[in-house]
Structure formats: C-alpha cells, structure tokens
C-alpha cells in the first residue's frame, strides 16, 4: 500500500473523477474527497481528520495522496463496526495522540485533540460536555499513572494501560463527533 506523496494519473475514462491511481498503479480517492464524503469523517474537525490519516499512515499534506480500500476498511472497522483487534487500536490511537512520533503528547495538546474527537462539526465551540469528556479521560488517564511530570502523556504508559484494560481505548472510537441518524 503506497500513501506517501503518491503522484496521480487523470481519472481512466468512465470512472468517477475523485477516483484516481497513482504513478505506481494503487487506486484510491482524494483524500480531500475522502475528509469530506466518507459517512464516519465527514462530521469531524479538520484537525481530527489530519490526525486520522496520518495515524493511518498517510501524508495529510499531500494533496496527491490516495485512500485505498485497504485503508478504507481499516478506519471503518475503527469508528463505524468496532471490530478490530485491540493491538491495532493501540496502534491506531497511539499514533493519532502521538503524529510527530516523540513519545508523549503535551497536556493542552491532547485536551485539545479530545475535546476536538467528541465536538466534531456538531458544535461551533466546545461545550461543557466536550470539555468535561476531555477533562474525564485525562482524569482516567492519572488514575492509570499515564501522565507525567506536568501532566504529559505518555505514550508508552497509555498502551499498557489500554493493553491492561485499565483504561477504555473503545470510548476514543465512539467519540468520533458526528451526526447520529
């Protein structure tokens, strides 16, 4: 599976224009395309979105970047079926807390992102319920021994506690803010 700053062909005659593939043959869709059409993102702030794809594995910067249907159907069994084996949800919200690979996450930076996680486009601000979700998996979180010196995350620490279910990863999955039908 080729993500990275993949170079794209015009769509082949008779195929839908977001549709494309890249230089190197994978077939996927925009990810533009995908942020704003795909029924479990299209709900969520753009900065949750960025960190959805790039904990996928995919260069949100590049507008040439495709989603492939193996991508697809990671990021659905995620937020849509909630069937996926829990090492890969590790995987998954590890990388999303963590995108610049460092180790830890700063406290106003994953407040921030959680908050941001339930909101989603519903709201124009953050409400009290966002932000007491926020404030309530921090709190989860000390009572793991996750956070740090001046309340860092840890990535390392927040594994084991997702890994030893002291801690509830699924709760991240279904908080992805949208609309419910």
Known sequence: MVKLDQQTSPPKQGGSAEKQQSALGVTGISIDFFTKNCPFLMMALPDISRRVLIAVGLDANSKSALVDWETFLSLYCIFEVGAVKKEQL????????????????????????????????????????????????????????????????????????WEEEKLDIYALSASLGREKN
């Open 90 to 161: 590790i995987s998954f919200w590890s990388k999303f807390f963590d995108i610049e690979h460092r180790g830890f996450c700063p406290e106003h930076e994953y407040l921030d992102v959680l908050e941001k996680l339930v909101r989603g486009k519903c709201m124009k601000e953050s409400s009290q319920f966002t932000t007491l979700f926020a404030q309530n998996y921090q709190q989860s979180m000390m009572e793991c021994d996750v956070l740090g010196e001046d309340n860092v995350m840890l990535i390392d620490r927040l594994q084991v506690a």
